[in-house]
């Protein structure tokens, strides 16, 4: 009987109402954003919380393809942000929490943290009470900025310099809120948290490979687009596609030069066997290049056409969406 009422309990916030360290602390001030867009839609949170907190804290493209974030990131704690500096990393808000803590090159993408995470009354009244996977996530969220922000220096990066933090949070009370949530959250284990934050820091790169690439979320939109396309411009594209065809044209080049002149030369200009292989090699790049400007021009032609058709079905789409929206007000 114990173990029924234990397993349909209400969850709690991770953190006590009254901290048990730490100064006078003043409360938060809590305000959300009158209207967030969520897709093609403008949604006012006061309307319905919940969907815009799942919206807001449940990593859901992180999640469809949680069987292979290992090969985007290690199972460890994300680098403080001290150390995001000193790796010469800049840091990019970001208000979508799938893409928190994802890195690309020199930049890493971070979401703010709200107050109304640090508001207990908050999360007794909507984070507690709605679905397990949203208070999961509220919970992993927040130990994402207990690994960013573990010193003081970090306080001041994120407060300061990144607007990373509500401006009238104070050191002294994150210290108190800090070491309050980790007594409570099991940041060893992790089993109070959602799964994508079994790991820290995830590469873009390998993640629009995933996305592109992989069963569970395979789809014409995910081939041409990947998880998070770092630039929609075409130069930047073939660079990141076809940037290792240049090695090898400067490959067939250079032994081309060297084939010329070592069938110059006396030992090996009367080799039969040796000018059939040159015949061979130089009969394969001519192939080789022109096949591989002709896949250039293919995949230019393809992603042009693509482009184009998903633009004109989106066009109508939204179109005959808000023409229905209006006819349905007017009726």
Same mark, same amino acid.
């Given at each position: 009987?114990?173990?029924?009422?234990?397993?349909?309990?209400?969850?709690?916030?991770?953190?006590?109402?009254?901290?048990?360290?730490?100064?006078?602390?003043?409360?938060?001030?809590?305000?959300?954003?009158?209207?967030?867009?969520?897709?093609?839609?403008?949604?006012?949170?006061?309307?319905?919380?919940?969907?815009?907190?799942?919206?807001?804290?449940?990593?859901?493209?992180?999640?469809?393809?949680?069987?292979?974030?290992?090969?985007?990131?290690?199972?460890?704690?994300?680098?403080?942000?001290?150390?995001?500096?000193?790796?010469?990393?800049?840091?990019?808000?970001?208000?979508?929490?799938?893409?928190?803590?994802?890195?690309?090159?020199?930049?890493?993408?971070?979401?703010?943290?709200?107050?109304? =995470?640090?508001?207990?009354? &908050?999360?007794?009244?909507? *984070?507690?009470?709605?679905?397990? +996977? /949203?208070?999961?996530?509220?919970? $992993?969220?927040?130990?994402?900025?207990?690994?960013?922000?573990?010193?003081?220096?970090?306080?001041?990066?994120?407060?300061?310099?990144?607007?990373?933090?509500?401006?009238?949070?104070?050191?002294?009370?994150?210290?108190?809120?800090?070491?309050?949530?980790?007594?409570?959250?099991?940041?060893?284990?992790?089993?109070?948290?959602?799964?994508?934050?079994?790991?820290?820091?995830?590469?873009?790169?390998?993640?629009?490979?995933?996305?592109?690439?992989?069963?569970?979320?395979?789809?014409?939109?995910?081939?041409?687009?990947?998880?998070?396309?770092?630039?929609?411009?075409?130069?930047?594209?073939?660079?990141?596609?076809?940037?290792?065809? =240049?090695?090898?044209?400067? &490959?067939?080049?250079?032994? *081309?030069?060297?084939?010329?002149? +070592? /069938?110059?030369?006396?030992?090996? $200009?009367?080799?039969?066997?040796?000018?059939?292989?040159?015949?061979?090699?130089?009969?394969?790049?001519?192939?080789?290049?022109?096949?591989?400007?002709?896949?250039?021009?293919?995949?230019?032609?393809?992603?042009?056409?693509?482009?184009?058709?998903?633009?004109?079905?989106?066009?109508?789409?939204?179109?005959?969406?808000?023409?229905?929206?209006?006819?349905?007000?007017?009726?």
């Amino acid at each position: 009987m114990g173990g029924l009422e234990e397993a349909t309990a209400m969850p709690s916030p991770p953190f006590s109402q009254h901290l048990s360290s730490g100064p006078e602390l003043k409360p938060l001030r809590v305000i959300h954003p009158a209207t967030v867009a969520v897709g093609d839609e403008l949604v006012r949170p006061i309307d319905d919380m919940n969907a815009y907190l799942e919206g807001e804290l449940i990593p859901t493209k992180l999640d469809r393809v949680y069987r292979h974030l290992h090969y985007a990131g290690a199972p460890r704690f994300a680098r403080p942000l001290h150390r995001q500096k000193l790796m010469g990393r800049d840091v990019v808000i970001t208000e979508n929490v799938s893409e928190h803590l994802i890195w690309h090159r020199a930049k890493i993408f971070i979401k703010p943290l709200s107050s109304y =995470l640090l508001d207990y009354k &908050f999360w007794v009244d909507h *984070l507690c009470c709605g679905s397990e +996977a /949203l208070h999961k996530s509220a919970c $992993g969220f927040l130990l994402s900025y207990i690994w960013l922000v573990s010193r003081e220096s970090d306080f001041q990066l994120a407060r300061d310099e990144m607007c990373l933090l509500p401006k009238d949070l104070e050191w002294e009370y994150w210290v108190a809120f800090a070491e309050d949530f980790t007594r409570k959250v099991d940041t060893k284990h992790l089993g109070q948290v959602a799964r994508r934050y079994q790991y820290g820091e995830l590469r873009l790169s390998r993640l629009n490979r995933i996305y592109r690439y992989s069963p569970l979320v395979f789809s014409g939109r995910n081939l041409f687009r990947g998880f998070l396309s770092p630039s929609i411009w075409y130069a930047e594209l073939f660079r990141q596609n076809f940037g290792w065809l =240049l090695g090898a044209f400067a &490959f067939f080049s250079v032994s *081309l030069s060297g084939l010329q002149v +070592a /069938l110059a030369t006396e030992q090996l $200009g009367s080799n039969a066997d040796f000018h059939r292989a040159s015949y061979g090699f130089a009969v394969f790049s001519l192939v080789a290049v022109t096949a591989s400007i002709v896949a250039m021009i293919l995949t230019w032609f393809i992603l042009a056409l693509y482009f184009y058709v998903s633009a004109k079905v989106y066009h109508r789409r939204v179109q005959a969406e808000r023409r229905k929206a209006w006819n349905n007000e007017v009726l």
